[in-house]
């Protein structure tokens, strides 16, 4: 089928249509490149450089009639959600919004949204977090990516769009951004790596569910193909602290510099795990990537990018 992938110059986004590419999806791309890398762009899908709020979206699927939408494109910052929540509500909202308009008025059949798993359940009481807890969000990101789902669901009621939204726990892996404030996992490799001295926030035991990017890859490749509608738990349902994360970094980096912490960030909650038991009995998606394993290959992509960066070197994909 031909699949818009927003946000597919990113970081998710490039796992995501590198593992549609490989099941034969044709592949269109919209992406703003505020954060997503030309080199990024698969090299056999049509690239759309735009906005999701742009006056041309709507002549973009007149032009491509995509028969399904996967809508990564998103403000992915809890921090810079808390300083600036009218820009985080403003993409990850309205954003979506325009996206759903302009799917139902082309006929898609199916959409999947790139929810979050984290920050919509808040201070959970029950960890790892079922799909039917009660979302309780303590970051203006959860709450928008929250109001985002409420939207599915009353486009699905008002013209019976078939959706998913998938709650992902933290991903990491190859391509991350490690110059942002997102992504602990890729800002603590290149750090380390680098030499440079990597903070830990806060006291480290706040803990988060780690998932491997290709492990949500093949999250979305499912889900696509199915007519399950609802919201669905991507994750491991593990616990791994962020202390413990910085501790297999330095080991896998080789080194050994003191850990630092520094004050803790707000909006940000202590415990965070998901329970992917519906994904796993409604999809069949289970992660196959062992937590160790995928940071190995994260060390090793950034290692390779560290090195390409010297005269003459092209950055790996």
Not at 92 to 115: D, Y
Not at 127 to 155: C, I, N, Q, W
Not at 197 to 219: H, K, L, M, P, S
């Amino acid at each position: 089928m031909k699949v818009l992938v927003t946000g597919g110059a990113g970081f998710v986004g490039s796992h995501v249509c590198d593992r549609l590419a490989r099941d034969g999806h044709e592949l269109v791309i919209l992406d703003d490149l505020s954060t997503g890398r030309v080199a990024q762009v698969h090299p056999a899908a049509r690239f759309y450089q735009m906005e999701l709020d742009s006056p041309w979206l709507d002549e973009l699927f007149a032009i491509e009639q995509p028969d399904a939408v996967v809508h990564l494109a998103a403000q992915a910052s809890v921090r810079r959600s808390v300083a600036d929540p009218v820009f985080d509500a403003r993409v990850n909202v309205l954003g979506t919004i325009a996206l759903l308009q302009a799917a139902v008025r082309h006929e898609a059949q199916r959409f999947l949204f790139s929810s979050t798993g984290g920050a919509i359940y808040g201070e959970a009481t029950v960890v790892p977090t079922p799909e039917d807890y009660p979302p309780s969000p303590v970051s203006p990101y959860g709450a928008s990516k929250r109001a985002a789902e409420l939207m599915l669901t009353t486009f699905h009621t008002m013209s019976g769009l078939s959706y998913a939204a998938l709650r992902y726990a933290n991903v990491y892996g190859p391509r991350q951004d490690p110059h942002g404030e997102a992504g602990v996992v890729a800002i603590f490799t290149r750090q380390l790596l680098a030499g440079n001295e990597a903070i830990v926030n806060g006291d480290g035991q706040q803990t988060r569910d780690f998932v491997y990017v290709a492990d949500v890859a093949e999250a979305n490749a499912l889900a696509l193909t199915s007519q399950a509608v609802g919201a669905f738990n991507v994750g491991t349902g593990k616990e791994t602290s962020i202390n413990e994360i910085f501790r297999l970094l330095q080991d896998l980096t080789d080194n050994r510099q003191v850990e630092r912490h520094g004050p803790p960030k707000a909006g940000e909650q202590r415990r965070s795990a998901v329970d992917a038991t519906r994904i796993a009995r409604e999809l069949g998606w289970r992660p196959t990537t062992a937590l160790r394993d995928g940071l190995a290959e994260t060390v090793a992509y950034f290692r390779a990018e560290l090195t390409a960066t010297r005269p003459g070197s092209a950055a790996p994909r």
